[in-house]
């Protein structure tokens, strides 16, 4: 089946949402980041399809991402 990845990646000194052939948004803190993939991600979730969310922690790490579906 079908799946559809996003991250909250820090790039630079500010924060953004990455997936496949996407970068999107600029955005001061991880949290406004996050809030924003979420709503993009509730768009894929709306049609059936399951979202990976990836969110990169303050110190860089990248832990397991959450499924939002």
Do not use: C, K
């Amino acid at each position: 089946m079908t799946e559809v990845h996003y991250g909250v990646v820090r790039v630079g000194d500010h924060w953004a949402i990455v997936g496949d052939n996407l970068r999107f948004g600029t955005y001061s803190s991880r949290r406004q980041a996050s809030e924003a993939a979420s709503r993009l991600a509730e768009q894929s979730t709306g049609v059936g399809v399951p979202v990976l969310l990836h969110v990169q922690e303050e110190d860089g790490i990248l832990p397991r991402p959450t499924l939002l579906s």
